[in-house]
């Protein structure tokens, strides 16, 4: 029982201390700005310069990409294409389908040539206002960065600004070499 009161004493003592020099505004203050600093965490700048060995680099079992057949899923220029390849829509790498418009908004991946042996920026843009597609889908998420970096989402309807709403197919035109 001694030691019950004296753990008591000592809880209630310190306890008392801490709230005679803060107050509820600066703990909530306080906790604010944790709160805000780990959301803008996720902000801050990624080195990627990495990113041009990795595709290279990557381990068996893991992406590998082709330069022989453009219209399947490991090709290299869709490594970050989540959608419709519009080549087997009606329309190439670099062209919508006839009928469709293209969004003004794009998407951009580095992408490994195993062919060059040449990284490249890919800026993908997808092909509106015709019905879904539906031939040579690909999920693909080399590169691709959560939704707060929505330059870096494929995950993302990137229709907005064009005619029509409708997503039908993606292009994935070369921009440059990555640096």
């Not at 780990?38 to 902000?43: F, G, N, S």
């Not at 290299?76 to 006839?98: A, E, F, I, K, Y």
């Not at 929505?150 to 229709?159: G, K, L, V």
Request: hydrophobic share 35%.
């Amino acid at each position: 029982m001694l030691f019950k009161t004296r753990f008591d004493a000592l809880v209630e003592g310190v306890t008392r201390h801490v709230a005679q020099r803060t107050s509820r505004r600066g703990f909530l203050g306080r906790i604010g700005v944790i709160v805000g600093g780990a959301t803008v965490l996720p902000l801050l700048p990624v080195d990627r310069r990495g990113m041009k060995q990795a595709h290279a680099t990557m381990p068996d079992g893991g992406w590998q990409p082709q330069a022989t057949d453009a219209q399947a899923c490991d090709y290299w220029r869709h490594c970050s294409l989540d959608g419709n390849v519009c080549d087997c829509c009606g329309g190439t790498m670099t062209q919508c389908p006839p009928g469709t418009s293209l969004s003004p908004s794009s998407w951009v991946a580095s992408c490994f040539n195993p062919e060059d042996k040449v990284t490249y920026l890919i800026a993908y843009r997808d092909c509106c206002g015709k019905s879904f597609c539906g031939r040579c889908g690909c999920f693909n998420t080399q590169g691709e960065l959560p939704i707060y970096r929505p330059e870096f989402s494929n995950d993302i309807i990137w229709c907005f600004g064009a005619e029509g709403m409708t997503y039908h197919c993606t292009i994935s035109p070369i921009v440059g070499k990555a640096a």
